[in-house]
């Protein structure tokens, strides 16, 4: 059994986030501006190679800016097409509720065979700043 899979830390008050993402490299930075960014893959999906490591990247957030992680079971559902995976991934970054949107993504998918997950991080603006 493998598992894809990311690992983050995030420093709140910089939006510096620091990641490992072992596996398929489905993550995706999405700026306020609406500027996708695919992030690469740090390794093999875990369970592959025996004391396999994995890079750490790091990854910085502007106010509005939101990091997307998807699981295949996600990218299969939008029929294995990562175009059409990014256009649900940009709809959801930028609707105003996207906890609703991404029910409603997972709530309209019966022919999903694989775990569906996805973990959205958004960097909200501060009081003061220009989005805020």
Not at 79 to 86: G, I, P, R, S, T
């Amino acid at each position: 059994m493998t598992y894809s899979s990311p690992h983050l830390a995030q420093t709140s008050d910089t939006g510096t986030i620091r990641y490992s993402n072992a596996g398929y490299g489905l993550a995706h930075h999405l700026t306020a501006e609406g500027k996708m960014n695919q992030l690469s893959p740090s390794g093999p999906p875990l369970g592959i190679v025996s004391g396999q490591h994995w890079a750490t990247e790091e990854l910085h957030l502007e106010p509005g800016d939101s990091l997307i992680t998807p699981s295949d079971g996600v990218l299969e559902v939008a029929h294995d097409n990562l175009a059409e995976l990014q256009t649900e991934l940009t709809a959801i970054a930028a609707a105003v509720n996207p906890i609703a949107a991404i029910k409603a993504l997972i709530n309209g998918l019966s022919q999903a065979t694989a775990d569906l997950t996805l973990l959205m991080v958004r960097r909200f603006p501060q009081k003061g700043d220009p989005l805020g």
